[in-house]
């Protein structure tokens, strides 16, 4: 291309749109090194503040997920299904939901990060479990999915290698939050991943990235627009992340909460994003075609203990000991155990999530920066949900912690993160809307 980088800058300053020769032009030269990074820290501001329409956006992320390698998911059997939540604190959907939907003939081929805040991702979570492996070579990934419907495995270094480059740049240039970045970031690595269907779980509120519903549901629109555009399935529901979902945070501890849900208890608003989730994957590929059926069926895998079957059998499959399913005192285990007692009788009014996952992080459950060590074995678990009624003499969390003054530490954080009233409050809706194509956008009224 026969311009300035410089001019590019320019244009887009000036409120212009990109074409898909110099989006592309930006990005190889963004891998290659020909385009240095403090002009592509100046073009991430002009976008921050000028925005890119649909277009740009969407040929942006086709630029990011072919900039390293894209896996071929062809000699796995089925429609292959992939499932990405834009985080939160308690987020423990990812493990059994995979399990429910692979036992009722879903095929999930999961490929996921270590986390980066409150606590880790799925990955950290999964090497709680003793012997488990999330570095499967490619052939024992597909051998495993084909065979048993999921496996879940650690994302490759070489999976949209610009998409690595440009968030290092956002993170330093105060231009991450940004719907056409995090976007073209987040759908990148999905459209590289393989999968046939791409379902997303968007999050808003005090522990999400999105603080609104409105910017909640604008994300989940484009993130749908640009899997569409680019030739994939992709619907997604905005739920709601304003106190933690789960109970438990932290990888272990998570990791019982994922038993639990397979085992018919866990929590309701946990269990609520899991079947709505997975009801969805069922109608996707094909094996239902009601929400109604799907959901049915995947609460009876659940009843008739195959869902938690399928769990073993991944766990056993991937180099893990699955004993810990019946005898969680294998998993790491913290050396102190603090119990938590509200301030005061009333009702809970507010459970601020990004507190709490703060509280998490701080403990060692999360990490701060990619270099810090995650501590498997720390965390909280928390035994109310906003509404709930509260005395001075309830126990409403536990913390588990390294040291004696890490746990006092973490209990005054967790006083700190809730807030006790004398007048009733409703309850958060979990799931708030889903947005495909086909239908846009559907809100779900309060129930």
């Known amino acids: 291309m026969n311009r300035n980088f410089a001019e590019l800058i320019e244009q887009k300053k000036s409120g212009g749109e990109l074409s898909e020769e110099e989006i592309s032009w930006w990005i190889d030269g963004l891998v290659g090194g020909s385009i240095p990074d403090y002009q592509t820290s100046a073009m991430l501001m002009a976008i921050y503040f000028k925005g890119m329409n649909a277009h740009e956006t969407s040929w942006l992320t086709h630029c ?9 998911l062809s000699s796995l059997k089925g429609v292959k299904c992939d499932k990405h939540s834009s985080g939160g604190v308690a987020d423990t959907v990812s493990i059994p939901l995979i399990a429910i939907a692979a036992s009722c003939g879903a095929v999930m081929p999961k490929m996921s990060g270590r986390g980066l805040g409150h606590s ?9 479990i003793p012997g488990f492996d999330v570095n499967l070579t490619s052939l024992a990934f597909m051998e495993i999915v084909n065979r048993l419907g999921g496996a879940i495995m650690a994302q490759t270094g070489d999976v949209a290698v610009a998409d690595k480059k440009l968030y290092a740049l956002r ?8 719907v056409p970045l995090i976007a073209s970031s987040i759908m990148g690595k999905k459209l590289a991943s393989g999968a046939d269907v791409i379902v997303l779980d968007v999050k808003w509120g005090s522990g999400a990235f999105m603080s609104s519903e409105s910017e909640a549901i604008e994300l989940a629109k484009t993130m749908v627009g640009i899997g569409e555009d680019n030739g994939k399935t992709t619907v997604a529901y905005v739920t709601d992340m304003n106190e933690p979902l789960g109970n438990a945070v932290g990888n272990a501890l998570e ?3 994922a038993v639990q849900v397979l085992k018919g208890h866990g929590p309701a608003k946990l269990v609520d994003v899991i079947l709505t989730l997975c009801d969805e994957i069922l109608m996707q590929s094909g094996i239902v075609q009601k929400r109604e059926d799907a959901r049915t069926m995947a609460m009876n895998a659940i009843a008739n203990g195959n869902a938690l079957q399928r769990f073993a059998d991944i766990v056993r499959a991937q180099g893990g000991d699955p004993a810990f399913i019946d005898r969680p005192e294998v998993l790491p285990q913290a050396a102190v155990k603090l119990p938590v007692y509200a301030p005061g009788s009333g009702f809970l009014t507010s459970i601020d999530a990004k507190g709490i996952g703060l509280a998490a992080m701080h403990l060692g459950a999360g990490r701060r920066t990619k270099e810090d060590v995650i501590d498997l074995a720390v965390g909280l678990v928390l035994d109310f949900k906003t509404g709930d009624t509260v005395t001075a003499a309830h126990q409403i969390a536990t913390v588990y912690a390294r040291t004696d003054d890490d746990a006092r530490t973490c209990e005054q954080e967790i006083l700190g993160a809730i807030v006790v009233g004398q007048a009733p409050v409703p309850r958060w809706q979990t799931v708030v809307a889903k947005i495909s194509r086909a239908d846009g956008v559907v809100t779900y009224e309060h129930s």
Do not use: H, Q, R
Not at 64 to 72: A, E, L, P, Y
Not at 120 to 128: C, F, H, R, Y
Not at 171 to 178: G, I
């Open 255 to 257: 990791i019982v909460e």
């Open 171 to 178: 993170d330093v240039t105060a231009t991450v939050d940004s």
């Open 120 to 128: 880790g991702g799925t990955i950290d979570k999964l090497e709680s």
């Open 64 to 72: 990011i997920s072919t900039s390293g390698d894209v896996i071929d």
